[in-house]
């Protein structure tokens, strides 16, 4: 197999100065699916976040691509991060969103916005502001950006949560696609949903203190 | 090394005010009052010195991440703090009898003033955000920050200074003094720096058991001195 | 950059009625000082640079406490910083949309006030080239305040001690400069001053702003 995307051994973080991660070794190659599955409190979030350079965090060995980097941040926009916060931006309508979200990466391009708007049912809503959509609107659109970004891995922090039955078959269709072109996806969710015909794996996190 | 620096303060404290206070001459025209001088001028210099060894571990600390240079911003600010305020205080007591007024806005006391004023931003960082490693390095930040515009803040209070009141009154120190009388201001100096450092030492020793509390050494450290 | 600046701009707008209240701030601190130190010209025309700049300082201070809160809690500043436009620039964007929101709207109303607070003319011009220049720096050093109380609940006590300090430089050049052209002397020294000010603190404010706020998400 080639090199893995992410290489990443003898990680530590933790949360209001507790370990939450504790000497973990994660690998994760293109085309592969990472489920992180676990109780509230294990630090699921605390690791996606570690790893996109978002939080503290030490580690022994830390690689992308093959190649020995010191921090997270360099390569931070070959990464595309969605946490539990929408990351939209209330007084901005959809359209202008999803500009500026497209703005972020100057190789993003916004050629599909009109198919975008109909895949994510908010096509009617682009002058929108906003603050005027429902939750679940407002995960399609900082979701829609999966769409146009030349990330390479996908971190998405709990994609389904608020998403309706059609929207979860969306995101599932979109993975799929994006990880047979060879992408890489790390995700976590309390839901069950199934990527059939794709390389899955499952990471159960415990919570650290627990077992003494 | 802890106690050493705790009795030489003790020591030179002492000696440094019963000489100040019982055997230097009175100054001729300011009489006995010219005695705070002995806590006066130690204290300011002290707080001005603490201020720039702040930065300069906010340096270090943010540049090659040695965490007890953060450990030593956040002890020294409040120490930093009283002795800037001591500082004042006492310079407001010697203003009265000897200018007739607590207070003026000469430019050194306002740009003391305005030092105070960071001190108590820094610790007030470092009370305000609870994730211990943002404070240490916001407050880091606010050091260096606060150092890189103290010269300007200086610059302008004695400009704004020499353009808003004709010099009635000169802070200036007389330019000569008898030996007798500044020695024992020394002998206070370097009392001052050890009881900061005695201060510095003690706090520290404090807060680092407290960040590595979780650790074994700590652990076993805590049951010799039969504190557990 | 000039996406950022844009995005900026058009969000500055549309939180205008919140941006309003600085500027309505301003009016009314500088409505106050007649009404406390007596409405006599003779008297209020040597202090009404005096006012003018201290209401303006404290209409910037009372904006600090929003002009990263909102971003911080959303998450935006974190994608921000994720993204391939350097964030200090973004930064950068923002602060320059904090000043056209409060700053300006400031300068621009000042000779109003002025004439309210019966300003000699020949102050005029001085006092709208100390707010064009001071004014900016007020937003680049209290966007280096706001960013790292960013993450404090009520910090605005916090911020007030951490950012007044750093303001006195700019407010004491600012308001003495219309006084000396008062008396016939061209402050050319306050001005140049304010501008070495600007300068300095337009090239490191959003250095020291994007590093602050790393670091308080880091923490969060």
């Known amino acids: ?212 | 090394m802890l106690p050493w620096f705790g009795w030489a303060s003790l020591l030179l404290l002492v000696v440094g005010t019963v000489w100040g206070l019982a055997f230097a001459p009175s100054d001729f025209r300011q009489g006995n009052s010219f005695r705070i001088f002995y806590i006066h001028v130690p204290s300011a210099i002290l707080a001005q010195s603490v201020f720039m060894m702040m930065a300069v571990a906010a340096v270090v600390g943010l540049v090659w991440r040695m965490k007890l240079a953060f450990m030593f911003i956040r002890v020294a600010a409040p120490i930093g703090a009283s002795i800037t305020f001591l500082a004042l205080f006492t310079g407001a007591v010697w203003g009265k009898p000897t200018w007739g007024t607590w207070w003026v806005w000469d430019a050194r006391l306002t740009s003391t003033l305005i030092q105070f004023f960071i001190y108590l931003a820094i610790i007030g960082l470092f009370e305000a955000i609870e994730n211990m490693e943002t404070a240490a390095r916001t407050a880091a930040v606010a050091c260096i920050v606060g150092v890189v515009n103290l010269p300007i803040i200086k610059f302008s209070v004695n400009w704004w200074n020499t353009l808003h009141q004709p010099a009635t009154f000169k802070l200036t120190e007389p330019p000569s003094m008898a030996t007798e009388m500044w020695l024992p201001g020394l002998v206070m100096l370097l009392g001052f720096y050890s009881l900061f450092a005695t201060l510095v030492l003690m706090r520290m020793r404090n807060g680092i058991l407290l960040q590595e509390r979780r650790t074994n050494w700590v652990r076993e450290y805590l049951e010799k001195q039969r504190v557990l | 950059m000039l996406a950022a600046l844009q995005t900026e701009l058009l969000l500055a707008f549309r939180k205008r009625s919140e941006l309003a209240n600085p500027v309505v701030f301003f009016i009314i601190v500088c409505a106050l000082f007649p009404l406390a130190l007596g409405s006599r010209a003779e008297l209020l025309s040597p202090l009404a640079s005096g006012a003018i700049w201290v209401a303006a300082l404290l209409a910037t201070l009372m904006s600090l406490d929003q002009m990263f809160r909102e971003d911080f809690d959303q998450g935006v500043l974190e994608q921000m910083e994720l993204s391939a436009v350097p964030f200090y620039q973004q930064v950068a964007a923002k602060i320059f949309a904090h000043w056209v929101m409060t700053g300006l709207p400031l300068v621009l109303l000042s000779p109003l006030l002025a004439l309210m607070l019966f300003m000699p003319a020949e102050s005029y011009p001085v006092l709208l080239v100390s707010l064009l220049l001071g004014t900016p720096v007020l937003s680049l050093i209290g966007a280096v305040g706001a960013s790292l109380t960013v993450s404090v609940r009520r910090g605005s006590v916090v911020l007030s001690l951490l950012v007044v300090p750093l303001y006195i430089p700019v407010l004491i050049f600012g308001s003495t400069a219309p006084q000396m052209a008062a008396e016939g002397i061209l402050p050319l020294g306050q001005l140049l001053w304010l501008a070495a000010m600007l300068v300095l603190f337009a090239t490191l404010a959003p250095l020291a702003a994007a590093y602050a706020l790393r670091v308080n998400m880091l923490g969060s």
């Open chain 1, 1 to 212: 197999m080639a090199d893995p995307l992410l290489n990443i051994a003898g990680l530590n973080c933790e949360r209001g100065g507790d370990p939450v991660v504790v000497n973990m070794s994660l690998q994760l190659h293109p085309g592969e699916i990472l489920h992180l599955a676990g109780p509230n409190g294990a630090g699921k979030t605390t690791l996606m976040r570690a790893l996109c350079g978002l939080l503290y965090a030490d580690y022994s060995r830390l690689e992308w691509n093959g190649m020995q980097v010191s921090s997270a941040l360099e390569y931070a926009d070959e990464l595309l991060y969605i946490g539990h916060r929408s990351s939209v931006r209330d007084r901005l309508t959809v359209h202008e969103n999803l500009q500026w979200l497209a703005s972020l990466n100057p190789a993003a391009s916004l050629e599909l916005l009109p198919d975008l708007l109909q895949q994510i049912k908010l096509a009617g809503y682009e002058d929108e502001l906003a603050s005027s959509l429902s939750a679940g609107q407002k995960r399609r659109v900082a979701l829609a950006r999966l769409q146009f970004s030349p990330a390479l891995l996908w971190v998405l922090d709990e994609p389904f949560a608020s998403l309706d039955v059609e929207g979860v078959e969306l995101l599932q269709q979109w993975i799929t696609r994006f990880v047979n072109e060879g992408g890489s996806v790390l995700y976590s969710t309390h839901q069950r949903v199934d990527f059939p015909g794709c390389h899955y794996r499952r990471i159960d996190m415990q919570v650290q203190g627990e077992a003494a």
